[in-house]
């Protein structure tokens, strides 16, 4: 692939025009990253590896930024991003270790002071060329197995006007935007609101990401990714995959991990290569 030395913004913005969307695809343990890796190797299409503050904390922000940049020298459109980083020393720190992006959280905020903390994070980021999302609006729930239904509330909305200052003056690349979608996964399967998308997208001039990509209609995320959407967060489905493989390839007699993990890394990839054809209308 001809992908050496381009830079993520450039896979986005080439994703904006194809009317496709990069998957992030969180992980916290080397055999999901196994799992997701192989998933690249199939479909040879950029990646975003996303590791929350407990994720990054578990795997080690330094450690996981150097093994991510020694597999870039061969998968050079492999990325790696900070995913709703809202501890200012856990964000420097992966901007000095040398991730590719950032997501900036700072949603529990007053908006003033979230404008205020995300353009110095801007500032800083960017001298380095890496590149910083933004949140306004809190994204509900968390990325487990929530045994009832989501109702969604039009509160929980995104306000075109807020969001349209807060890119203008924080300069952030793109923005974690709020219409329908949810942490984790429901009894009920998510609904995206596409008529609030086509606004957004006509009104905004920046990245737009969608939150909670897990357990959402795929004929909604299709018409998400065709109105704007440029990345698709996962993180539960993984999740639960892991641990259903995990529990069910456990009950094998060997002891060798080497003997049991290939079958749960085997099982993380269909479900990322199920995720790559959606994001890529295939
Ligand atoms: P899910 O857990 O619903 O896939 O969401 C992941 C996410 O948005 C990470 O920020």
Do not use: C
């Not at 500032?123 to 990325?143: C, F, T």
């Not at 920046?206 to 897990?214: C, N, W």
Request: charged fraction near 30%; aromatic fraction near 10%.
């Amino acid at each position: 692939m001809s992908s050496k030395n381009k830079s993520l913004k450039y896979f986005l913005q080439k994703a904006r025009k194809e009317k496709r969307a990069i998957g992030q695809f969180n992980f916290s343990t080397i055999t999901q990253f196994n799992g997701i890796f192989g998933a690249i190797r199939e479909h040879k299409v950029p990646v975003i590896f996303g590791t929350s503050e407990s994720e990054a904390a578990f795997l080690g922000i330094e450690g996981i930024a150097d093994f991510m940049k020694n597999f870039k020298k061969s998968y050079p459109h492999i990325f790696l991003h900070l995913d709703h980083g809202k501890n200012i020393n856990v964000i420097k720190k992966a901007i000095q270790s040398g991730y590719d992006s950032i997501h900036f959280d700072g949603s529990g905020l007053k908006f003033e002071e979230n404008i205020k903390q995300a353009r110095k994070i801007v500032e800083s980021a960017h001298k380095k060329g890496i590149l910083v999302e933004g949140e306004i609006k809190s994204i509900k729930g968390g990325s487990e197995v929530h045994n009832k239904n989501f109702k969604i509330d039009e509160s929980f909305y995104e306000d075109i006007e807020k969001a349209k200052e807060f890119v203008k003056t924080t300069g952030i690349d793109s923005l974690a935007i709020n219409i329908g979608n949810v942490h984790g996964t429901y009894r009920n399967k998510i609904r995206l609101n596409i008529d609030l998308l086509k606004k957004i997208n006509k009104e905004l001039n920046v990245f737009l990401v969608l939150h909670g990509g897990s357990g959402t209609d795929d004929s909604d995320i299709k018409k998400a990714v065709k109105n704007g959407i440029v990345k698709v967060n996962i993180n539960t489905e993984l999740r639960e995959v892991w641990k259903k493989s995990m529990l069910r390839h456990l009950k094998k007699s060997t002891f060798k991990p080497y003997e049991i993990l290939p079958f749960v890394i085997k099982d993380i990839q269909d479900k990322v290569e199920e995720k790559i054809k959606l994001f890529n209308n295939q």
